[in-house]
């Protein structure tokens, strides 16, 4: 599986962006996938995921405001961030895994494929 992450940009406090994650190989519609985001000297941080069955779970930081949705057709996951503030910050990843089990989907270490990264920059 390759991930190509998409979509970052500059944003002021208070904006919108839509991250897209598009997937190849047939079976990456049965992969858990994930955004995990990195900010400057700061450790990759969970921000959110989609189990198989297509629930989806956020970080404490970015519910109701980040929503995540899966378009199998077009093999994409998409994280649409409204509300932003500059904690927001980051570069944003997509992870996928397939053998994932559902205690470690917050844990980074536990994802065997990851994009390339977007950066999102939020101004105040």
């Known amino acids: 599986v390759q991930l190509q992450a998409s979509g970052g940009g500059l944003v002021q406090a208070g904006g919108s962006l839509r991250l897209s994650c598009a997937g190849s190989?047939?079976?990456?519609?049965?992969?858990?996938v994930a955004w995990f985001r990195q900010a400057p000297g700061k450790d990759r941080e969970f921000v959110a995921r989609?189990?198989?069955?297509?629930?989806?779970a956020y970080t404490d930081s970015v519910k109701g405001r980040f929503a995540m949705s899966r378009h199998n057709t077009k093999k994409t996951v998409v994280l649409q961030m409204n509300g932003l503030t500059p904690e927001d910050t980051a570069v944003y990843y997509c992870a996928a895994d397939a053998r994932i089990i559902l205690s470690s989907t917050w844990s980074a270490h536990a994802y065997d494929y990851w994009g390339q990264g977007t950066l999102v920059t939020v101004s105040s």
């Open positions: 190989g047939r079976s990456f519609r049965t992969y858990v």
């Open positions: 989609i189990w198989r069955n297509g629930n989806i």
